[in-house]
């Protein structure tokens, strides 16, 4: 087997605040092959994000710091990597794309002169040329008109548009490795799909690996060969989107998918936008967290044990990882 | 662009009449005679007369309004009561003191103050901000009086490095020119500096926190490009704002600062006119300062365009 592209080991960042540490990500291992499509689930504020920010390095400082882990990128250790050489990295083999793409571009810049910078910082074109790089994106990412839509101002575009120019910019470079943060959780249901399908095509285009960040598992089973599910700044379940689906066995994972009306490929509309918010109780806030399994006050196969200590990740199947100490025991889950 | 600069000169005319009325007024509505005020206390009832006839004051208020403004078209602004001389004379003499003085300190304030403003906000709560913070606090509470005399005694008195006070107009020399103009410049620039410098702190914090500034760094891009490029140019608007606003401030402290120094401005001149209730000088001096200031509203008003595409007229 090839090594992964991406491979993230003992990753904790944490937020030092005044009320105490928050452990947004402690602990966080995961990999990614090259042209892989990994999905990242799990509820609000259970870490998604900063995991990715952690990879690129962005992780807002004061008060976020990267404290331990090890971020591997093509055999490069980009934790000790210096700025400029993490620059050169950022926006050009791995690119991001953000949950918000109606806050995410610069309010006073051309759509294409936003994206040209990026080309002419990284490919060290000149201006003509990277402006041509960026038309040429953008129809790519099928907007019309794209010498009038690369002169105007991301107020003159809806959230569906800049969605596609952030695809635009994160693409132009032709990066390995493309996070795609909930790029499609903010916009209305009916963009969703022709933008979730626009990052795909693209993908295809580029064979470039897609870490993609989603509450939606609908959307995982359509995408990702593979899901690591993440709960209050740890991963608890990892395994082939097949293997997940088939036997999920982390009591969370189960939670989730009974979330969700149909598992289907094809789910309907309403169901692909339902929120992973329909496990009884509430993510914990990540601060001042009590010893044990961070699931077990909500969780109904809870122990004794779990309240003790956090489980370990055994592997339950070949490449099915799970955190939980009754893993083997859970009953089958029901199916409707 | 050119619709709306029309369109934004059109508005100022009703402002400019409004200044034009008003300084009009304040000769007219004076509490007493205009005629007895500008003879002085020790006029007799006849020279009161004379002057009276002279001026026209025995008209009626409109005609005496309209053949001042008649006047003020064709850029006569009246002669001073004191030294007999055109008042667009005496301003035209006194004029390239002042501007040199308040182009000077714009360009020492925005230059120092901005990038102050800048690295405090990219390195907040760090020794360098506070640092900006408390030069900024100091900047606004010690009046320019105080600091024009510390610095002559600094800079001219023990180290003689500069004149004390004085002018010397450019065309007697560069270094001559620039000498004499540095610490009253220096001195009305701290003030300002201290104002802008918290402005661009705030407008550059609250832009550095949006999701964009994150793009900006997700793409690769340098420090200094982004806090440039990116979180300065979103930041533009409130500065230039601010910028604005402080230049009628600084027609105050022109007057105050030039009178430290010794520098035959149009603060000088000012005060000197006050002093001897030379009304036709008072007038044309607000209405040149009211001119300058509609015109710098003008170019604050036209640079929020060009600086945030957003802003339409
Ligand atoms: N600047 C910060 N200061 C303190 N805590 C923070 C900060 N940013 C994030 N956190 C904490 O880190 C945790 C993880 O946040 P993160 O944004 O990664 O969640 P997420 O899984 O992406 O959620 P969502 O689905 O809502 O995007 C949250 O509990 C949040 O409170
Ligand atoms: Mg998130």
């Given amino acids: 087997m090839t090594p992964p592209v991406l491979a993230v080991s003992g990753l904790r960042t944490h937020f030092f605040t005044r009320d105490g540490v928050v452990k947004a990500v402690d602990g966080v291992s995961l990999s990614l092959a090259r042209g892989e499509t990994l999905g990242l689930v799990g509820e609000s504020g259970c870490g998604k994000s900063i995991t990715a920010l952690s990879i690129l390095r962005l992780v807002p400082s004061p008060p976020g710091r990267i404290v331990e882990g090890s971020v591997r990128f093509d055999g490069t250790e980009l934790l000790d990597l210096e700025p400029a050489a993490m620059r050169a990295i950022r926006g050009n083999r791995i690119s991001m794309i953000f949950q918000e793409p109606m806050t995410s571009l610069n309010p006073v810049m051309t759509v294409g002169r936003q994206i040209a910078e990026t080309v002419a910082l990284h490919q060290q074109l000149p201006r003509r040329a990277a402006m041509d790089r960026a038309i040429e994106m953008l129809a790519l990412v099928k907007i019309p008109d794209t010498r009038r839509r690369a002169a105007e101002y991301p107020h003159q575009l809806s959230g569906g548009m800049r969605q596609r120019v952030m695809i635009a910019i994160a693409m132009a470079c032709t990066p390995t490795i493309l996070i795609a943060d909930e790029p499609t959780t903010a916009l209305d249901v009916t963009i969703q799909a022709q933008i979730l399908d626009l990052m795909l095509e693209m993908k295809e285009r580029t064979g470039a690996a897609v870490m993609l960040i989603t509450h939606d598992l609908g959307v995982i089973a359509e995408t990702a060969q593979r899901v690591v599910v993440m709960y209050a700044g740890r991963k608890v379940e990892e395994a082939s989107t097949r293997d997940l689906f088939a036997r999920p066995r982390h009591p969370y994972t189960r939670g989730l998918m009974t979330s969700i009306p149909r598992l289907n490929r094809d789910a309907d509309e309403s169901a692909r936008a339902t929120r992973l918010t329909e496990i009884p109780g509430m993510v914990p806030a990540l601060i001042n967290l009590a010893p044990g399994c961070t699931y077990a006050p909500r969780c109904a196969y809870a122990t004794g044990q779990c309240r003790i200590a956090f489980p370990p990740e055994v592997e339950a199947a070949p490449g099915h990882l799970v955190a939980c100490w009754n893993a083997e025991s859970l009953p089958e889950m029901e199916r409707a | ?313």
């Fill in chain 2, 1 to 313: 662009m050119y619709v709306f600069l029309i369109r934004r000169v059109l508005a100022a005319i009703p402002v400019v009449v409004v200044v034009t009325i008003f300084v009009f007024a304040l000769l007219h509505l004076a509490p007493g005679d205009p005629a007895a005020i500008i003879a002085g206390d020790l006029a007799t009832a006849e020279d009161v007369a004379k002057i009276r006839a002279k001026l026209g004051l025995d008209q009626p208020l409109m005609i005496q309004f309209f053949t001042w403004a008649g006047q003020l078209l064709r850029g006569d602004l009246g002669n001073s009561i004191f030294s007999a001389h055109p008042v667009s004379q005496l301003i035209g003499q006194r004029l390239e003191p002042t501007l040199t003085l308040t182009v000077m300190t714009l360009f020492i304030s925005i230059l120092l103050a901005v990038p102050l403003g800048v690295i405090a906000a990219w390195r907040v709560g760090s020794w360098i901000d506070r640092g900006v913070m408390g030069f900024a606090v100091f900047g606004f509470s010690v009046p320019g009086f105080v600091i024009g005399y510390v610095l002559i005694w600094v800079f001219a008195i023990e180290l003689d490095w500069l004149p004390v006070q004085g002018y010397t107009p450019l065309a007697k020399g560069f270094w001559p020119w620039l000498s004499n103009i540095i610490l009253p410049s220096v001195t009305l620039a701290l003030a300002y500096m201290a104002l802008i410098a918290r402005i661009t702190r705030a407008a550059m914090l609250e832009t550095l926190s949006q999701d964009y500034i994150r793009t900006a760094h997700a793409k690769g891009l340098a420090t200094p490009h982004v806090l440039l490029r990116h979180a300065l140019h979103n930041a533009a608007v409130p500065i230039v704002t601010v910028i604005g606003i402080g230049v009628a401030l600084l027609i105050g402290g022109v007057v105050v600062t030039e009178s430290v120094f010794a520098i035959p401005g149009l603060g000088r001149l000012t005060v000197d006119a006050i002093l001897r209730r030379d009304y036709p000088v008072i007038q044309g001096i607000i209405l040149v300062f009211s001119g300058a200031y509609v015109l710098v509203n003008l170019i604050v008003d036209m640079l929020y365009t060009v600086l945030d595409p957003r802003i339409r007229y």
